[in-house]
């Protein structure tokens, strides 16, 4: 009778069980919107738990209708300390959790040092509490099957047990090293870059294309010595694998060699700084303009009318940049044999002077004045040279705006630019009186007024 009691009890108790298993299910199950490891853990224990729970039922009443000796001492044990891992494991994992979100505050002297390691850092802590809490919870679940007299930890001390978990321990050692050895290169070379943006240093290219390229140089050494260093402790022999890669990049090599000729091209060029970002050059066969952007293999150049050019480092033979460290603006002018070389030259002086007057211009202004003399005597025209010297890349400005002004002048002191008539200059005699000179200075005036006569 009690037996059938028993039975009657252990009925009812799992039909009360399944009435509510969706119930029990939803709440287990929790926020069904949540991707994480944990909530598919929830959700697949809400999908089986009434099953754990009517073996758990007929457990105990086939050990009361069985009469084991001790099966109650040992169930009531191993359900507590099932229940105190469970509550245990849960309250570690959500204390990692509060942990993770307040993230990895630094120190501000630290970060002055290194902006952007605060953010570096704060990348790894969902990987680092996703793995913790797996930890967590795998251990939980030995713990639980130890409880319940299940040697779930008796495989840690075979052979087997101790080689694995010792190659693990030394795999996770290594990535830590590895990631390790990554952040604190990748900040340096940041902090680098973060110190000549703040220091309004020049925009050197070699810097900002050279380090990145350090950089991603680093990341794939890393990568391929930490792979080779956790193959070998899996077992793999990666002495052919090595021979390969050998035989793979000789391949490659010879089947690239115009890709290795741009990239070592380029290398020189831009370890030898010999042009930047903005600069106005020109590396021939008819490529010249600004530069927009330089990779370690290409410049990409966009020049006055608009077109964009893309040279392979190894077409450029010569560079000849146009705006480093400062300019010229030359100015050549033309005058009539007729002037006086001297006036014209106080002439050009006061519009340079004048030039410097214009607040938006005299920022852009090294050297105003630069008479460099008389640099041609042409057929028709006397040819004096002179240079501005400039802020690097304002040379066209400050040259159009002295070229109006030069025209302004002539035109007010009535300076003639050239000869209408050509003179052939032969040599020079061993004396020439002052009058002959003079004639010969008016002849092309009074050539000038013959011609417009007849015209």
Do not use: C
Request: proline share 2%.
């Amino acid at each position: 009778m009690l037996k059938t009691v028993g039975l009657v009890l252990a009925v009812l108790a799992i039909i009360f069980l399944l009435q509510n298993r969706t119930t029990v299910a939803a709440w287990i199950a929790g926020d069904m919107s949540k991707a994480s490891g944990w909530g598919r853990v929830r959700r697949n224990l809400g999908e089986i738990w009434h099953l754990l729970a009517i073996f758990y039922i007929v457990g105990i009443y086939l050990i009361y209708a069985l009469r084991i000796e001790g099966g109650f001492v040992y169930v009531l044990r191993a359900t507590m300390l099932s229940l105190v891992v469970i509550v245990a494991a849960r309250v570690v994992v959500r204390f990692v959790q509060s942990l993770s979100r307040r993230g990895f505050a630094i120190k501000s002297e630290l970060k002055a040092q290194f902006p952007t390691l605060e953010q570096r850092a704060n990348r790894y802590i969902p990987i680092l509490t996703g793995l913790t809490s797996g930890i967590v919870y795998v251990l939980a679940a030995m713990a639980i099957l130890q409880a319940w007299n299940v040697g779930a930890f008796a495989w840690f001390t075979s052979d087997l047990g101790r080689r694995a978990l010792g190659n693990a321990v030394s795999i996770g050692m290594e990535l830590v090293i590895a990631l390790a050895l990554w952040e604190i290169f990748a900040s340096a070379i940041e902090r680098y870059l973060s110190r000549i943006d703040a220091s309004g240093a020049s925009r050197r290219t070699r810097i900002r294309t050279l380090l990145p390229f350090l950089r991603t140089a680093m990341l794939s050494v890393i990568v391929v010595l930490t792979s080779l260093i956790i193959l070998s402790h899996v077992g793999v022999d990666i002495t052919p694998l090595l021979a390969g890669a050998g035989v793979v990049g000789l391949a490659i090599g010879f089947g690239s060699q115009a890709l290795v000729k741009d990239i070592i091209t380029g290398l020189f060029i831009l370890i030898e700084d010999q042009l930047a970002v903005g600069d106005i050059v020109d590396v021939g066969k008819d490529h010249s303009g600004a530069v927009e952007a330089i990779t370690v293999r290409t410049i990409r150049l966009r020049d006055q009318a608009g077109a964009v050019h893309s040279i392979p480092f190894g077409e450029v033979t010569t560079v000849k940049n146009l705006t480093r460290d400062f300019a010229y603006a030359v100015a050549r002018v033309t005058i009539s044999y007729g002037e006086d070389v001297d006036r014209v030259v106080e002439i050009l002086r006061q519009a340079s002077a004048e030039l410097m007057e214009d607040e938006a211009l005299r920022p852009l202004i090294l050297d105003p004045f630069d008479y460099q003399g008389v640099d041609t005597l042409d057929a028709s025209s006397v040819v004096l040279l002179l240079r501005i010297r400039t802020v690097a890349s304002k040379q066209w400005v400050v040259g159009r705006a002295f070229n109006r002004l030069v025209k302004i002048a002539f035109d007010k002191h009535g300076i003639v630019s050239r000869d209408p008539a050509p003179i052939v200059i032969v040599g020079a005699p061993a004396a020439i009186d002052d009058d002959r000179v003079r004639e010969r200075a008016e002849a092309p005036s009074s050539r000038a007024l013959s011609t417009v006569a007849r015209r």
